[in-house]
């Protein structure tokens, strides 16, 4: 069984920097694709980066290209998001997710993921 548990939310001032941080753990994940997704109040699930375990390809939506940045630690098992130039607007719950599958068009689904954490608050205040 694999668990995430994310870490490193909080609350920061518009322009200001975070980063979060995925450990997994429960097998190894070679052939996994590992993503952040955000969920604001009264709004659906958002993508936001994904990287692929085994090669470490990204990919990334034009609203937070250029400013967040996935990575893994394969020896850790641990995935990061660090979150530049941070706006308002990306206030909501990050949540870690993990596909079984190698997804490259597809790693912006939710439902391709089929392992998800508890989720960390950010809030972006202005």
């Known amino acids: 069984q694999v668990q995430l548990a994310e870490s490193g939310g909080g609350l920061v001032q518009a322009g200001g920097s975070l980063r979060l941080s995925c450990a997994a753990s429960?097998?190894?994940?070679?052939?996994?694709?590992m993503a952040w997704f955000r969920q604001a109040p009264g709004k659906e699930r958002e993508f936001v980066a994904a990287?692929?375990?085994?090669?470490?390809?990204?990919d990334y939506p034009d609203s937070v290209k250029g400013r967040f940045t996935i990575s893994r630690d394969v020896a850790k098992k641990t995935v990061y998001l660090q979150m530049n130039s941070l706006k308002p607007e990306d206030t909501a719950v990050y949540y870690c997710a993990a596909a079984r599958n190698t997804y490259y068009s597809g790693s912006s689904y939710p439902d391709n993921y089929n392992y998800w954490g508890q989720g960390t608050q950010v809030t972006v205040s202005s």
């Open positions: 429960g097998r190894t994940f070679s052939g996994y694709t």
């Open positions: 990287i692929r375990w085994s090669g470490g390809g990204t």
